[in-house]
């Protein structure tokens, strides 16, 4: 299957914190908990290796003042202040001596490759039987690059936690300025609840850069991208940092309006397409870009929503069929069925149902049986996925003409969906955890570009506790594993493109849903990790010549 079904998500975001050694030899995604500290371990989705013998009395306070776990050493760990600016200076001598790509053109694209028209604005193109980018100066462009490059991902919840830390500041203090609120936790401990946070990233930040810490950081992050041979700023990055123009970027979008009440979804409801305030909400997301990215050629253009919970190909017509009788997707339903039935009796005999009436069948939220009314159950999931991305294409086009819509990043996906993205979308987007993209395949007869949004690798041998979804042995397997997947999307001729989820580690416990994973190019106190950046050097120097002599 060319998709991650439900199951296999939900394995991996929701385990238990016993992990045995997977089948195929893969290493456990946290460490075992002693079951009497399980319990006091609480809004994290990895927990910490505790030594043997180590009780809840010993281990609290267990996270230092740069937000690191106390009780491990490792390769590179900030033990002082010190530590961050020496290791500044020595990463700033390391970035004047490789400073990218000599192949590159200003957007980094490949000078040194065939010269296109330049249209001024990032395109999609066949070239020679692969799919391209091409960047504004007519020049082809593979996007190489990683999401969240902000001054965020440090922020973990504190609230009812205040005695696992060993020097949160005094709030009147420099280090002050980095508390702040949440209510963001759409699972986990958190869950409805409004918390306090602290920004450990930040606060080493500053340490680190001094006053004007968020210029400094914003400089660096374009000199580090460049140099570890990435061309892009990926989803839910910096605006202020893509704004600089040095280096391509993605712009992001969200949906709103009406949730399709039937529908469920790891990460909420999907919205009713066909309710006048979801067409409305997107038009106005995109709206707020005019004056931002909209004309702005350092764009490539919009990914709209996320890892939507599109379900099987019938999911969300029988979402549509159980939801109120007011919902406006029920109500087209209605008008198509009335359309091709004409009398009520002429559906339950074709269904298998006892509806007295079409209202009877507006008001009932039963469920049906798939088989029998499987082909317009299909038909109107076709006509709900088209009018999901005709929607998203026209309000994009409608405020950025000549930006790319790039989909919706299919992280559930079925061919259905996948199919109506086709017709819309110039690019389709897809997040893939998993070891390689060589299995990648898009439906039969689809032949579109496709840009990776996520994936990632991460290791438990740099003190945090829980490696991301995809887990490695260490850092060495993990540079391996970076090769091995954008090799495989390098050589695929549909992939024009892979970001790498995410900049930073994420808090080592925890945002507020939970997640508290090794997945950063650089650990929360900005230190890069070596082998990583150097796999995605490796992978930024060779990846034109390797696109276009690969058959």
């Not at 696992?164 to 963001?184: D, K, V």
């Not at 507006?362 to 005709?390: G, I, M, P």
């Not at 090794?518 to 390797?546: L, N």
Request: charged share 20%.
């Amino acid at each position: 299957m060319p998709y991650r079904s439900h199951l296999t998500w939900f394995a991996i975001l929701l385990v238990p914190a016993a992990w045995a050694l997977a089948a195929d030899g893969s290493p456990p995604a946290t460490h075992p908990v002693p079951p009497p500290l399980r319990a006091k371990l609480f809004g994290m989705r990895g927990f910490p290796n505790v030594p043997a013998g180590m009780d809840a009395q010993q281990l609290f306070p267990m996270i230092d003042q740069f937000g690191q776990y106390r009780h491990k050493d490792w390769p590179g760990k900030t033990r002082q202040a010190a530590d961050l600016t020496r290791r500044r200076d020595e990463e700033a001598a390391a970035l004047a001596k490789d400073s990218g790509p000599a192949d590159w053109d200003p957007y980094g694209g490949w000078q040194a490759g065939p010269q296109l028209p330049a249209t001024g604005r990032f395109r999609a193109e066949k070239y020679e039987g692969r799919w391209w980018l091409v960047d504004p100066e007519g020049r082809l462009f593979w996007s190489h690059g990683i999401d969240c490059v902000g001054t965020s991902q440090g922020v973990t919840p504190i609230t009812d936690r205040e005695h696992w830390f060993a020097a949160l500041p005094e709030r009147a203090s420099p280090l002050g300025q980095f508390y702040g609120e949440g209510n963001w936790a759409p699972h986990n401990y958190y869950e409805n609840k409004h918390y306090q946070t602290y920004n450990f990233q930040a606060a080493n930040l500053l340490a680190k850069y001094g006053s004007n810490w968020k210029d400094k950081f914003a400089v660096q992050a374009h000199r580090r991208l460049r140099s570890w041979g990435m061309n892009t700023i990926g989803n839910w990055s910096d605006p202020a940092i893509a704004a600089m123009r040095h280096t391509p970027y993605v712009a992001t979008i969200h949906s709103g309006g009406r949730h399709l009440e039937g529908s469920q979804g790891y990460w909420g409801k999907f919205a009713d397409v066909f309710a006048p305030s979801f067409a409305a909400s997107v038009r106005a997301a995109v709206a707020h870009e005019q004056d931002r990215s909209a004309n702005d050629p350092w764009c490539l253009g919009y990914f709209v929503d996320n890892e939507l919970s599109w379900g099987d190909e019938l999911s969300l017509a029988v979402a549509t069929l159980v939801s109120p009788a007011d919902q406006p997707a029920k109500r087209v339903l209605w008008d198509d069925l009335k359309a091709k039935y004409g009398s009520i009796q002429r559906l339950n005999q074709a269904w298998g149902t006892a509806h007295g009436s079409w209202d009877a069948l507006l008001e009932s939220r039963a469920a049906v049986d798939a088989k029998q009314a499987h082909d317009d159950l299909a038909a109107f999931a076709t006509k709900f996925a088209e009018q999901y991305f005709r929607t998203c294409r026209d309000a994009v086009k409608a405020a950025a003409p000549h930006a790319l819509y790039l989909g919706c990043r299919f992280a559930w996906a079925n061919d259905r969906a996948v199919r109506a993205a086709a017709g819309f979308c110039d690019v389709l987007s897809f997040n893939r955890y998993q070891r390689d993209l060589k299995g990648f395949r898009l439906p039969a007869g689809v032949d579109r570009p496709v840009i990776i949004g996520e994936f990632h690798f991460g290791a438990l041998d740099r003190g945090m506790f829980h490696t991301g979804l995809v887990p490695v042995t260490g850092q060495p397997a993990r540079a391996a594993a970076y090769k091995a997947y954008v090799g495989s999307a390098i050589g695929h001729p549909q992939i024009v493109g892979t970001h790498w989820f995410q900049f930073s580690d994420q808090a080592t416990t925890g945002r507020g849903d939970g997640e508290n994973y090794q997945i950063g190019f650089v650990d929360v106190c900005d230190t890069p990790y070596a082998e990583t950046v150097a796999a995605s050097r490796e992978m930024g120097q060779a990846m034109y010549r390797q696109r276009a002599t690969q058959r």
